[in-house]
Nanobody, 124 residues
Framework: QVQLVESGGGLVQPGNSLRLSCVGS????????VAWFRQHPGKERKGIFC????????YYSDFVRGRFAVYRDNAKNAAYLQMNVLTPDDTAVYYC?????????????????WGQGTQVTVSS
């Protein structure tokens, strides 16, 4: 089954770091731009950023600059979201999405594949 599989979520204390993974299953992620989104409880899903096939990054949210980073490892068929200095406001379900093209300039553009989401809870 063609899909994206996220992992790495969990409970973390404020100020700590967490890395989320997004792995392609029967899907060669090398040919995809990969975006990360998050959804707070009761809110709409919001784009964070997208990493292109050439590792260029398109930002959809400014809050992440300096705290979050995105990178990819094509040899592992994976993309990663590194989150640092986490706060309770970062508590959300995080999703990755793949697009067999370049990163769109808008987070509202269509993506071809979505992961199932992984819960991140920041709490002491």
């Amino acid at each position: 089954q063609v899909q994206l599989v996220e992992s790495g979520g969990g409970l973390v204390q404020p100020g700590n770091s967490l890395r989320l993974s997004c792995v392609g299953s029967q899907l060669n992620l090398e040919y995809y731009a990969v975006a990360w989104f998050r959804q707070h409880p009761g809110k709409e899903r919001k784009g964070i950023f997208c990493i292109g096939r050439g590792a260029g990054i398109v930002y959809y949210s400014d809050f992440v600059r300096g705290r979050f980073a995105v990178y990819r490892d094509n040899a592992k068929n994976a993309a990663y979201l590194q989150m640092n200095v986490l706060t309770p406001d970062d508590t959300a379900v995080y999703y990755c999405a793949g697009r067999r093209s370049s990163c769109p300039t808008s987070e509202n553009a269509a993506f071809d594949n979505w992961g199932q989401g992984t819960q991140v809870t920041v709490s002491s």
